[in-house]
């Protein structure tokens, strides 16, 4: 099993920027494919961004250009770089990992998940 804690969340103001780290430990936790997802009050979980074991990424488009994801394999760490932050970014924020090193970008494909970390973007 892999075990994940996030960790960085916050309450900001628009424009400012935020960096969240999610520390995975357990069996093989380097060799996943890695996520960050978020859910906001009354919507569904969403994805927001997919790095894989050779640092592959891809992006929602609500944060493409805004946001980035990045792992240190040594470290067994991942991290989501938020910049620009708007008060739509609001919500609880997930990491997450797959069975295995793919490319995935749906709730269902993850199979670990993290207790979440709450950010807040005021206006």
């Known amino acids: 099993q892999v075990q994940l804690v996030e960790s960085g969340g916050g309450l900001v103001q628009a424009g400012d920027s935020l960096r969240l780290s999610c520390a995975a430990s357990?069996?093989?936790?380097?060799?996943?494919?890695m996520g960050w997802f978020r859910q906001a009050p009354g919507k569904e979980r969403e994805f927001v961004a997919t790095?894989?074991?050779?640092?592959?990424?891809y992006y929602a488009d609500s944060v493409k250009g805004r946001f980035t994801i990045s792992r240190d394999n040594v470290k067994n760490t991942m991290y989501l770089q938020m910049n620009s932050l708007k008060p739509e970014d609001t919500a609880v924020y997930y990491c997450?990992?797959?069975?295995?090193?793919?490319?995935?970008?749906?709730?269902?494909?993850?199979?670990?998940w993290g207790q979440g970390t709450q950010v807040t973007v005021s206006s």
């Open positions: 997450a990992a797959a069975p295995d090193s793919g490319y995935y970008y749906k709730v269902y494909d993850y199979s670990a």
């Open positions: 357990g069996r093989a936790a380097g060799n996943r494919a």
């Open positions: 790095i894989t074991w050779n640092r592959a990424t």
